[in-house]
């Protein structure tokens, strides 16, 4: 949706390779009334919004960013709202009550910190980043193993990308 109160915003388009986009989406513990320049979330339940937000800010989704993009403007990309649909995220209702108590903690242990750019988050394996990952993918039913293994190669893959992205700016 693009207007109406929300906890969770998401923007139209982002350019994730600048060093000024640091995370896809937000969460506001208030509701917020934003422009059609965002997609919200209508769902207000707070949890929801919040292990969403997670889910959006993870791998699993910028993964999906550079498969669906279309670029826009430079190196902007824009998904729309059908785009957003063939997304795939963590679906609240499915989780158990530990997980969605251990993505609570994971979200209140991270949303205050300070998130360097999202390109420099994988390229330095920016600890944080690399616990919101994890939990994620843990998620997903992947084991620590399968983690250690593959995480390495999705971060590196995006950064390649993400600056080939960024030179064509240039």
Do not use: H
């Amino acid at each position: 949706e693009r207007l109406g109160a929300s906890r969770l915003v998401i923007p139209d388009k982002v350019r994730l390779s600048s060093e000024n986009t640091f995370v896809v989406s937000i969460y506001s513990d208030a509701p917020l009334i934003l422009s059609n320049l965002f997609y919200t979330y209508k769902n207000l339940e707070p949890n929801k919004c919040k292990i969403l937000c997670l889910s959006l800010n993870s791998v699993l989704t910028l993964t999906q960013f550079m498969t669906l993009k279309s670029e826009t403007l430079g190196g902007y990309i824009r998904l729309s709202a059908k785009d957003w649909s063939l997304t795939k995220q963590l679906n609240y209702d499915n989780l158990s009550d530990d997980v969605k108590k251990r993505l609570l903690f994971l979200f209140e242990e991270l949303r205050n910190v300070n998130f360097p750019s999202i390109i420099e988050q994988l390229e330095r394996r920016f600890q944080p980043r690399v616990k919101l990952d994890t939990e994620v993918l843990k998620c997903l039913g992947f084991n620590e193993l399968e983690i250690e293994n593959i995480l390495p190669k999705i971060y590196d893959a995006l950064v390649c990308e993400l600056k080939a992205i960024k030179d064509m700016e240039s």
